[in-house]
């Protein structure tokens, strides 16, 4: 049976967001959920939308009634915040929250890494634990040692890579370049990152291709529908993966007619 695994990015602590990824993860019931950076919010209310925005402890709660096994990936939002939402973890849960900071996690079948995220003040989220240095030479050559081709299937990265459709050139979000010339040397199956909520949405365009990868973002709306990823994978056959557009508020059984997609497609 093949694995599947819900990718979300760029919650930003959005109520509608939450609210809906709880409903889709009860509905499609994946095998394990990844938030892909700035599932917090570090400087109040964003510059657009005007939806409710929780309290970073409100987000450990909610979280909560998530049944999957939940992973975390740092974005730029998480800062000092990242103890608040940790300890309030913890309270809920018999373990911290499990984070992917230039780690490896297998999945079922399919092997995850996630990458770390230097913008902005990425102490607290790497919990004293360096990498040592920011480059993904310095990292990356311990997980293809211990993993081999496992770790070159799932890549998730809060910053896109440089130089695609699926970010704006030039701009704050365009994305970190040594991410471009990790996927161009090691030609992981997938690659899953946000940042840029609105390229995407706006362009219309949600995948790019780098050599025989894959790279995705399906952007993020502040005020909903929620945007995600769902990723299905065996051992032995190619990851496909499945854009998702969420509203919250419309009925489970309207989004498992349409399959899960409003006005998207689903790619092998």
Same mark, same amino acid.
């Given at each position: 049976?093949?694995?599947?695994?819900?990718?979300?990015?760029?919650?930003?602590?959005r109520?509608?967001?939450?609210?809906?990824?709880? #409903?889709?993860?009860?509905?499609?019931?994946?095998?394990?959920?990844?938030?892909?950076?700035?599932?917090?919010?570090?400087?109040?209310?964003?510059?657009?939308?005007?939806?409710?925005?929780?309290t970073?402890?409100?987000?450990?709660?909610?979280?909560?009634?998530?049944?999957?096994?939940l992973?975390?990936?740092?974005?730029n !939002?998480e800062?000092?915040?990242?103890f608040e939402?940790?300890?309030?973890?913890? =309270?809920?849960?018999?373990?911290?929250?499990?984070?992917?900071?230039?780690s490896f996690?297998?999945i079922?079948?399919?092997?995850?890494?996630?990458?770390?995220?230097?913008?902005?003040?990425?102490?607290p989220?790497s919990?004293?634990?360096?990498?040592?240095? @920011? !480059?993904y030479?310095?990292?990356?050559?311990?997980l293809?040692?211990?993993?081999g081709?496992?770790?070159?299937?799932l890549?998730?990265?809060?910053?896109?890579?440089?130089?695609?459709?699926? =970010?704006? @050139?030039?701009?704050?979000?365009?994305?970190?370049?040594?991410?471009?010339?990790?996927? @161009? @040397?090691?030609?992981?199956?997938?690659?899953?990152?946000?940042?840029d909520?609105?390229?995407?949405i706006?362009?219309?365009?949600?995948?790019?291709?780098?050599?025989?990868t894959?790279?995705?973002?399906?952007?993020?709306?502040?005020?909903?529908?929620l945007?995600?990823?769902?990723?299905?994978?065996?051992?032995?056959d190619?990851?496909?993966?499945? #854009?998702?557009v969420?509203?919250s508020?419309?009925?489970?059984k309207?989004?498992?007619?349409?399959?899960?997609?409003?006005?998207?497609?689903?790619?092998?």
């Amino acid at each position: 049976m093949a694995t599947r695994i819900l990718i979300v990015t760029d919650l930003h602590q959005r109520a509608v967001l939450y609210d809906a990824l709880i #409903k889709l993860a009860g509905e499609i019931k994946p095998d394990a959920i990844i938030l892909g950076g700035d599932f917090l919010h570090h400087t109040g209310l964003l510059p657009y939308g005007h939806t409710q925005q929780l309290t970073t402890t409100q987000c450990a709660v909610e979280l909560h009634a998530i049944e999957a096994p939940l992973m975390l990936v740092r974005g730029n !939002h998480e800062d000092e915040n990242w103890f608040e939402f940790r300890d309030a973890w913890k =309270s809920l849960h018999t373990s911290a929250p499990v984070r992917l900071n230039g780690s490896f996690a297998m999945i079922g079948s399919v092997g995850v890494v996630g990458f770390p995220c230097f913008m902005g003040y990425q102490q607290p989220f790497s919990e004293g634990q360096p990498l040592g240095g @920011e !480059h993904y030479q310095y990292w990356f050559k311990h997980l293809l040692a211990d993993h081999g081709d496992d770790a070159k299937r799932l890549w998730i990265m809060h910053e896109p890579p440089t130089g695609t459709q699926i =970010s704006e @050139e030039g701009s704050p979000v365009e994305g970190n370049a040594w991410w471009r010339d990790a996927i @161009e @040397e090691h030609q992981p199956e997938l690659v899953v990152c946000g940042h840029d909520h609105t390229t995407p949405i706006s362009r219309g365009v949600w995948k790019d291709q780098i050599g025989a990868t894959n790279v995705l973002n399906v952007g993020q709306n502040m005020d909903g529908p929620l945007h995600a990823t769902l990723v299905m994978g065996a051992a032995s056959d190619r990851l496909q993966f499945e #854009k998702l557009v969420v509203d919250s508020t419309a009925s489970a059984k309207t989004h498992a007619a349409h399959g899960w997609q409003i006005g998207a497609e689903a790619v092998p």
